[in-house]
């Protein structure tokens, strides 16, 4: 390459720090500072309905020693994983109908379908969902027409894995598409040359391969699973609350946001962790066999 | 081949059934806003306008529009004056501490909604800022620049490096090579991005609800009447949400892929 350089400068580069700076003050300003501030906050305490600045362990305490914050802990962390398990399963025969069976143009049209839910509003898709899956709501209805039910879906963990998935399956195939599609055909193609079934090449050549793209998009479905407070309260119940909703009631009623900043906090750990967890998955060298 | 092929289309049935779970609470939500009943089931009971009838005449809803109105507006400009700017430092520069840089910048939308939305409450509070529109729109801002600066670094990559050193080249001044080269090779993905954060704006709800105090938006007035009761009078609204983020999803990418059959050769 002969490009030319810039117009050459010394010191200080007004130009380039036009466009590099905002953003660090801007997210310094109101996305660490917010950050490092409910970190600080975990350790403040309330007297009369007030928040005093100070370092005392007494909320940590006080939640982590509740039977109740365990409850909802491990409850949001089973409810999160299995959300995962099956969106995940759920989402690949999609993906892989929409990578490998079907036309670009075709394809394109489905992930554009496919954007599209994201960027709508999820309380109202599951508002709707509730009302479909009520007692006597739409399937029940058509169930009653072959003889069936009514089942309770409303109030369940089935109610809440529904609401999960309108969350996070459209985002779920998007990414699973994307891995698959950027596979390299020769290798699938090379081992159905070499005698391999279809089955065996989707688990041994095709999933291997993909496997960065595919555990990043479950690592998303878990991360919006784990913190999202609309789907367990409306459709699940609420019983026990999930975190989310510990930390929505601890901060609404009570102004203990200290106290529900332990739960934030408490999360925030739990998915850092899970994260570094599925990336050294996801990047991890094949063992050689 | 014969189970192949059944295999093939067995996979493709599927998929549409994928696609009608995706879609079908937004579709039952459009019916069921149109549909007599109180507590809707099928089969559908008669056509009504009875719930627009109801939303159009209470002024808590035209209060949220226009808060909505206001916030992703002045998000969608915020988000994506700063997301183009990231976007071109990423492009241009190389430097010390890049990744940390990157990951600054991309981080916010992997973090839970509701964690976001208590430290912003407690921050906004501290700085004596809380429960004013504009705490929402910075909220808001942080949260879609992420997106806004994705959108453009696409753009960015199918320019030609050396479209900017050829201005310079020929004598232009690098803020002047930016005005003439760089921002209108980028200008679809910056009206894209405009779109695009908008829409992710007027349709967030847990963190406007924790800072908005009493300047609810649409989606927080939704919250509270979900809070209630049944009240098909959220059908109503929602159809018009999902009108609205559709509008904006659709325009955002009608310009996004433009920017692919468009690009410079």
Redesign the interface.
Known sequence: ?S?????ARKGFNG??A???F???I??AL??????I??VA?SFFLVKNYRMEEAFEFKNWQKMLTRGYFWDSYFLTLALATVSTIVTSV??F??A???AF??SPTVRRW?L??????F??????????????L?E???VN??LAHIGLGPYTMLNTKFGTIVGY??LT??LV?VLQTFALANIDRNLVQAAHNLGCT?WRAVYRVIMPLAKTGLVVAAL?CF??S????VSPY?LGGSKPPTL?IL??DT?KSGQQ?PR??VV?VV??VT?ISI?FAALALAYRKRASR | MNG?FL??WA??G??LL??V??????L??VV?SFNSAR?????LESFTLHWYQTIWADPDVWTAVRNSVIVSVCTAVIAT??GF??A??DY??N?RFKSA?MA??L??P???????A???????S?IGASGQLWSVI??H??LT?PFAMAIVRLRLNQMD??LE?AA??LGA???RAMREVIIPFCKPSIISALF?TA??SF?E??IAW?VSGLNKTV?VL??EI?QGN?DPQ??A??TF??LV??T???IA?VFFTLRQSKAFS
């Open positions: 390459m490009s030319t350089k810039a117009p130009y380039a036009t466009w590099r905002p953003i660090i801007w997210q109101f996305f660490l500072g917010p950050l501030f409910m906050m759920l989402a025969p999609a892989f109908a929409l069976k079907v489905a554009f379908l496919l954007i599209i839910p960027f709508t509003s999820y309380l109202v898709r599951v508002f709707s969902w509730y009302v479909i009520a006597s709501g739409v209805a058509l998935m309108t399956l459209p195939v279809p998303f991360i919006l784990f913190g999202d407070f409306y989310p930390i929505i901060t946001w529900a900043a934030a999360m925030m998915l994260a | 192949g295999l093939s996979l493709r599927y998929t994928l696609f779970f995706v879609f079908a609470p937004i039952f939500s069921f507590f809707p089931t099928i089969p004056v700063l700017c990231t071109y430092t241009r520069y430097f840089y600054l910048v981080l916010p992997t973090i839970p909604l509701i964690i976001m208590l430290a912003m409450l407690a921050w906004f501290k910075i909220a801002s942080v620049a490096k050396d050193s310079w080249n001044s690098e803020w695009l829409a992710v349709d709800f847990a924790f989606p939704i919250l979900v049944i959220v059908n609204i929602g949400v999902f983020s559709m904006l999803v659709i990418q």
